[in-house]
């Protein structure tokens, strides 16, 4: 068989599951934010917490519970790492560094997982447990209550109340990550990923007379939250390359079906809290083409294999996990940059100078496609109320989307949501190129076509950070305290900034009383409205980064 035809093979068979988890994991979750009910085990939670899961809030008190458990977050996990070399399974290593303490639990708790370490090297299984995993779970289920708090702005009107945040966190992390996870790590301790807490072993040694060092890990319950959670940080420095983690070709795409489901899913949970699942299905076409547009045109830059080394290969191979080829790492790198996920089963600043450019712009999307469980459907539904405001532009209405007009409030609300990321990514990047420090951390500057390359490392990075993505391009030393400060504060702000945004926008909403449907009102249900959606976001992307691109994966490409 043809790798370009294995490559088809699994992109269809990915398809296909998606297809079936689609209907049953969307109602699953509709159920689950719209049930007047609560767990026995939630009611425990909640007498924990101290919150009254019944009380409804507005916007700024929603927020607030949204910053305060963040905060708590970001301490707890500083403190766990600063305390590591007094902790017990430590595994001998030592505490981290202040700078990189901060950079890891600014990470971890803003869903991107950026990591500037070794997790072999580095933590042991109390951090690596009680710390990341933990956080795996609840920044994942943070983000899925945000975008049910917007959802809920469209759907109830002459009200400011938009749900109790404490019960969408628990509810989204006990009622659906729990259970999926526990299923999906029995199934990859079955097929091979390891589950233990095990010391270091030497399981080899170097002809120079050095031994190889390996260590243990709860690592398949970790890898499957890691993946459903689009978190991405990586049990081992090798990610999702290691077979520890991901053992064989079925394991692959078993994880990339994990990343994508929740975020696909949610579409269908967002028609069907509006009243209306074509809604639901106009947001799911805007994603899916997208998605299939970038796995089609990453798997042509890297079958294409021009000039004789490529050919000799047969492939794009440098950096690749042979294992996968590069069919399967083509469709895990689209998956993991158009989400918020950054686990990579392949070195992504190997890919072809174009493949790499697809990779940043995935993520200069703003990660909608499907992007991160949560954070994709509510920068989709920002996009959404841009799309509608210039299709009123163009005929001269009064905009509307799910029978709510969008005014003057609403589209700066809109406005500012999309300003932020690009301001963090092309701020820092510009800084970092001035800065002889910065700039030493580049280790591709001198050979042809290197500068560009170089450049868009640090890009790349910052790309990353601040859309919380957290898989890197490689060759750039971020672990330095300029590195590790400026993309910790990157992963902060992009990831808090615009919830407050999508939150006031949610509460104007909500405030609103219905619009009725006229002759005149722009069916969004429709695939017209959807290319509509389609153009919107690459138009605003495009102008948005293009100069920058053009300084990086573009002049190499040229080169």
Same mark, same amino acid.
């Given at each position: 068989?043809?790798?370009?035809?294995?490559?088809?093979?699994?992109?269809?068979?990915?398809?296909?599951?998606?297809?079936?988890?689609?209907?049953?994991?969307?109602?699953?979750?509709?159920?689950?934010?719209?049930?007047?009910?609560?767990?026995r085990?939630?009611?425990?939670?909640?007498?924990?917490?101290?919150?009254?899961?019944?009380?409804?809030?507005?916007?700024?008190?929603?927020?607030?519970?949204?910053?305060?458990?963040?905060?708590?977050?970001?301490?707890?996990?500083?403190?766990?790492q600063?305390?590591?070399?007094?902790?017990?399974?430590?595994?001998?290593?030592?505490?981290?560094?202040?700078?990189?303490?901060?950079?890891?639990?600014?990470?971890?708790?803003?869903?991107?997982?950026?990591?500037?370490?070794?997790?072999?090297?580095?933590?042991?299984?109390?951090?690596?447990?009680?710390?990341?995993?933990?956080?795996?779970?609840?920044?994942?289920?943070?983000?899925?209550?945000?975008?049910?708090?917007?959802?809920?702005?469209?759907?109830?009107?002459?009200?400011?109340?938009?749900?109790?945040?404490?019960?969408?966190?628990?509810?989204?992390?006990?009622?659906?990550?729990?259970?999926?996870?526990?299923?999906?790590?029995?199934?990859?301790?079955?097929?091979?990923?390891?589950?233990n807490?095990?010391?270091?072993?030497?399981?080899?040694?170097?002809?120079?007379?050095g031994?190889?060092?390996?260590?243990?890990?709860?690592?398949?319950?970790q890898?499957?939250?890691?993946?459903?959670?689009?978190?991405?940080?990586?049990?081992?420095?090798?990610?999702?390359?290691?077979?520890?983690e991901?053992?064989?070709?079925?394991?692959?795409?078993?994880?990339?079906?994990?990343?994508?489901?929740?975020?696909?899913?949610?579409?269908?949970t967002?028609?069907?809290?509006?009243?209306?699942?074509?809604?639901?299905?106009?947001?799911?076409?805007?994603?899916?083409?997208?998605?299939?547009?970038?796995?089609?045109?990453?798997?042509?830059?890297?079958f294409?294999?021009?000039?004789?080394?490529?050919?000799?290969?047969?492939?794009?191979?440098e950096?690749?996990?042979?294992?996968?080829?590069?069919?399967?790492?083509?469709?895990?790198?689209?998956?993991?940059t158009?989400?918020s996920?950054?686990?990579?089963?392949?070195?992504?600043?190997?890919?072809?100078?174009?493949?790499?450019?697809?990779?940043? $712009?995935? !993520?200069? *999307? /703003?990660?909608?496609? &499907?992007?991160?469980?949560g954070?994709? %459907?509510y +920068?989709? @539904?920002?996009?959404?109320?841009?799309?509608?405001?210039?299709?009123?532009?163009?005929?001269?209405?009064?905009?509307?989307?799910?029978?709510?007009?969008?005014?003057?409030?609403?589209?700066?609300?809109?406005?500012?949501?999309?300003?932020v990321?690009?301001?963090?990514?092309?701020?820092?990047?510009?800084?970092?190129?001035?800065?002889?420090?910065?700039?030493g951390?580049?280790?591709?500057?001198?050979?042809?076509?290197?500068g560009s390359?170089?450049?868009?490392?640090?890009?790349?990075?910052?790309?990353?950070?601040?859309?919380?993505?957290?898989?890197a391009?490689?060759?750039?030393?971020?672990?330095?305290?300029?590195?590790?400060?400026?993309?910790g $504060?990157? !992963?902060? *702000? /992009?990831?808090?900034? &615009?919830?407050?945004?999508?939150?006031? %926008?949610a +509460?104007? @909403?909500?405030?609103?009383?219905?619009?009725?449907e006229?002759?005149?009102?722009?069916?969004?249900?429709?695939?017209?409205?959807?290319?509509?959606?389609?153009?919107?976001?690459?138009?605003?992307?495009?102008?948005?980064?293009?100069?920058?691109?053009?300084?990086?994966?573009?002049?190499?490409?040229?080169s």
């Amino acid at each position: 068989m043809s790798p370009v035809l294995a490559g088809v093979l699994q992109l269809t068979a990915l398809v296909a599951a998606l297809a079936l988890a689609y209907r049953p994991l969307g109602d699953h979750m509709a159920a689950v934010y719209s049930s007047p009910r609560h767990l026995r085990a939630e009611k425990i939670l909640y007498r924990c917490i101290g919150a009254n899961p019944d009380a409804q809030m507005r916007w700024p008190a929603y927020l607030r519970g949204v910053l305060a458990f963040s905060a708590v977050g970001v301490l707890f996990l500083y403190l766990l790492q600063r305390l590591q070399g007094g902790l017990p399974l430590s595994l001998g290593f030592a505490s981290i560094s202040p700078d990189q303490a901060f950079n890891t639990a600014a990470s971890f708790v803003a869903n991107t997982n950026w990591q500037s370490y070794s997790g072999e090297q580095a933590m042991g299984h109390v951090v690596q447990t009680v710390g990341l995993a933990v956080q795996n779970f609840v920044s994942a289920a943070t983000g899925m209550a945000v975008a049910i708090a917007l959802v809920r702005g469209f759907a109830r009107s002459r009200t400011g109340e938009l749900g109790n945040f404490w019960a969408d966190l628990v509810r989204g992390t006990v009622r659906v990550l729990i259970p999926i996870s526990v299923i999906g790590a029995v199934v990859l301790v079955a097929c091979g990923a390891i589950q233990n807490f095990s010391g270091i072993h030497e399981v080899g040694q170097f002809l120079g007379g050095g031994h190889q060092q390996t260590n243990g890990g709860a690592v398949a319950s970790q890898e499957v939250i890691k993946e459903l959670g689009t978190n991405g940080g990586g049990y081992f420095n090798a990610n999702s390359a290691h077979p520890f983690e991901n053992p064989d070709a079925f394991t692959n795409l078993f994880e990339i079906f994990l990343i994508l489901v929740i975020p696909f899913a949610l579409t269908r949970t967002f028609g069907k809290l509006v009243g209306n699942v074509w809604q639901g299905y106009a947001v799911l076409a805007t994603m899916g083409v997208i998605w299939l547009g970038f796995t089609a045109l990453m798997m042509w830059t890297e079958f294409a294999h021009g000039g004789p080394a490529l050919q000799a290969a047969g492939a794009a191979m440098e950096g690749k996990e042979t294992r996968f080829g590069v069919g399967a790492s083509s469709i895990f790198s689209v998956a993991t940059t158009l989400t918020s996920t950054g686990a990579v089963d392949s070195f992504h600043s190997s890919f072809t100078a174009f493949g790499g450019g697809l990779q940043l $712009l995935g !993520m200069m *999307l /703003g990660e909608i496609a &499907p992007g991160g469980v949560g954070s994709g %459907l509510y +920068g989709m @539904l920002i996009m959404a109320v841009i799309a509608v405001f210039i299709a009123g532009l163009m005929v001269g209405r009064t905009p509307e989307y799910l029978g709510k007009k969008i005014g003057t409030r609403e589209i700066k609300l809109a406005a500012c949501y999309i300003l932020v990321t690009p301001t963090l990514v092309l701020g820092f990047t510009a800084a970092s190129m001035v800065l002889p420090d910065a700039l030493g951390s580049m280790l591709n500057t001198k050979a042809l076509g290197a500068g560009s390359h170089g450049f868009s490392e640090v890009l790349y990075a910052f790309t990353s950070g601040a859309n919380n993505n957290g898989s890197a391009f490689a060759g750039l030393n971020a672990n330095t305290p300029w590195y590790n400060t400026t993309i910790g $504060l990157a !992963m902060l *702000l /992009g990831r808090f900034l &615009p919830m407050v945004f999508v939150l006031a %926008l949610a +509460g104007s @909403l909500a405030e609103q009383k219905p619009v009725p449907e006229t002759a005149g009102t722009l069916r969004t249900e429709k695939p017209l409205f959807a290319g509509l959606l389609v153009g919107t976001i690459l138009i605003i992307t495009g102008l948005t980064y293009f100069p920058a691109l053009a300084l990086g994966p573009l002049a190499e490409g040229l080169s």
